[in-house]
């Protein structure tokens, strides 16, 4: 019996053809004679043929057709050696699995330790979901400190914070620092105090370095991560809309945003609050006199995902391990996704975890243990783990995938749904796609060792997930 899945709709099939279809249209266009006596004739295009838009989230079937024949194992490895050379240094791992049945139909070097890159963020995803469940969300609380006049900020997890009002659509801003304050000066309206208040900023949720040793410095330097803290605006970054440089401070940056949100708040009320904050660690048994949620959790990994974001990766990793009772600590958060990974059933054979990001060198999974954490998410009987079904980027038209599937690659656009992971010796493409007789197929695709070669891999793994998609392979 086959197990509950679900197939694209049409609007994504729509788009697809849509971007076939333009340039056949100019090719053909030079071909028209033009008589300016005639009428001129009225053209139409199809619905089905006009790009979208907007974009909404993929609605997806609940069960995939019981007669959808699996692809030849033969023909098909056939077609993806084929897709999978390139010119230049480095090789391919990968493994192509049949989602219902869990058959491998392709391998190469399948069960071999790579570096994975951005896709071990699938691993921390799915880590995240079953040990927090995809409803959860984090707090972010003011308590009064024990000293009068003094509010501390505590930290509870949420990377995603604004600095206005809480915006209750969006996953960025879901919990805005704008309310918070508000909410704490009306109860604040019914303490009495004298003198100034003073905030405080209490980021002890999270133990340990905030700079992980696994990473290099290099990476550092250059942005890609920075020091980790239970709270942040904007995923660590400048901007409200999560672009721009991330922040050396997220912690104090947010503490400091919320400190000017209370400001402008208490002015009305004739009070002052002093203008700069520090840390201090809330009353173990402090009163919350107010607090913000986040967005789920199944949004923060899908945001995750989509934007390939390693500081909120980061922090989802050491909320997980706070939920599995281990330290938030880099550490913690690597052994709660290798525990996770072991509830799930995953094999862990050469399986090493050095960061929850992907950003480290260090980190060892396998094509083998990549696509089984897919079937899982795609496939298996955990509902929570289905809510990453979401976050995985769309060919051609979504995430860290909206560039790519162009030119020869075209077949694959809105019809492949993959992470992508990039470093200077890696690319990675590991996700599902659905044959041309309605079959799901999940993949991995994993190259180390390029040297100036990447855009040739890249491309070459975007050929086989579009080899995949386009297969009925018999």
């Not at 700069?276 to 809330?282: F, I, M, N, S, T």
């Not at 789920?296 to 980061?314: G, K």
């Not at 060792?449 to 297969?471: F, I, K, M, Y």
Request: net charge negative; proline share 5%; glycine share 10%.
């Amino acid at each position: 019996m086959n197990r509950g899945f679900r197939l694209l709709t049409s609007w994504l099939l729509a788009a697809a053809f849509a971007v076939l279809a333009f340039p056949a249209a100019w090719h053909l266009a030079p071909a028209l004679e033009w008589n300016p006596g005639a009428a001129k004739p009225v053209v139409s295009t199809p619905d089905a043929q006009l790009p979208p838009t907007k974009l909404a989230a993929a609605e997806l079937l609940t069960d995939s057709p019981d007669d959808a024949p699996v692809p030849d194992p033969k023909v098909l490895g056939g077609a993806l050696d084929k897709a999978l050379k390139y010119d230049g240094a480095g090789n391919f791992a990968a493994q192509v699995t049949d989602a219902d049945s869990g058959d491998v139909l392709y391998e190469r070097k399948g069960t071999e330790p790579r570096t994975p890159a951005s896709n071990l963020k699938l691993l921390t995803g799915a880590a995240a979901l079953l040990t927090l469940g995809a409803e959860a969300r984090f707090s972010t609380e003011v308590v009064q400190g024990n000293v009068p006049g003094t509010l501390v900020l505590r930290g509870g997890g949420d990377a995603l914070l604004g600095a206005g009002e809480s915006e209750r659509e969006d996953v960025l801003g879901r919990a805005g620092l704008a309310t918070l304050a508000k909410a704490a000066a009306e109860r604040l309206a019914t303490v009495e105090f004298t003198g100034e208040l003073r905030v405080l900023l209490d980021d002890t949720a999270y133990a340990g370095p905030t700079l992980s040793a696994a990473w290099d410095p290099a990476d550092i330097q250059v942005g890609e991560i920075a020091p980790i803290y239970p709270l942040a605006l904007s995923g660590g970054r400048e901007n409200a809309d999560g672009s721009g440089e991330l922040v050396d401070d997220a912690a104090l940056t947010a503490a400091r945003a919320f400190r000017a949100a209370l400001a402008e708040e208490m002015s009305e009320r004739g009070v002052k609050v002093a203008p700069d904050v520090v840390r201090g660690a809330a009353p173990k048994e402090g009163i919350v006199l107010a607090s913000v949620e986040s967005a789920t959790v199944a949004e923060h990994v899908n945001y995750m995902l989509q934007e390939s974001d390693n500081y909120v990766a980061e922090v989802i990793a050491r909320n997980t391990a706070l939920a599995s009772g281990k330290p938030g600590s880099f550490g913690g958060g690597t052994e709660a996704i290798k525990e996770a990974m072991e509830k799930l059933g995953i094999p862990t054979s050469g399986l090493l975890i050095s960061d929850a990001s992907g950003l480290a060198l260090g980190n060892k999974v396998s094509a083998e243990q990549l696509s089984a954490v897919l079937r899982e998410i795609t496939s298996g009987s955990n509902q929570d783990l289905r809510a990453a079904i979401d976050g995985l980027p769309v060919a051609g038209l979504t995430g860290t995938l909206q560039e790519r599937f162009a030119g020869k690659t075209a077949g694959g656009a809105g019809l492949v749904r993959a992470k992508t992971g990039t470093l200077h010796t890696v690319t990675s493409l590991s996700g599902y796609a659905v044959t041309t007789d309605g079959r799901t197929l999940v993949f991995a695709f994993v190259a180390n060792g390029l040297q100036n070669s990447t855009p040739q891999a890249r491309e070459a793994a975007d050929r086989a997930a579009t080899v995949l998609a386009g297969c009925g392979c018999r």
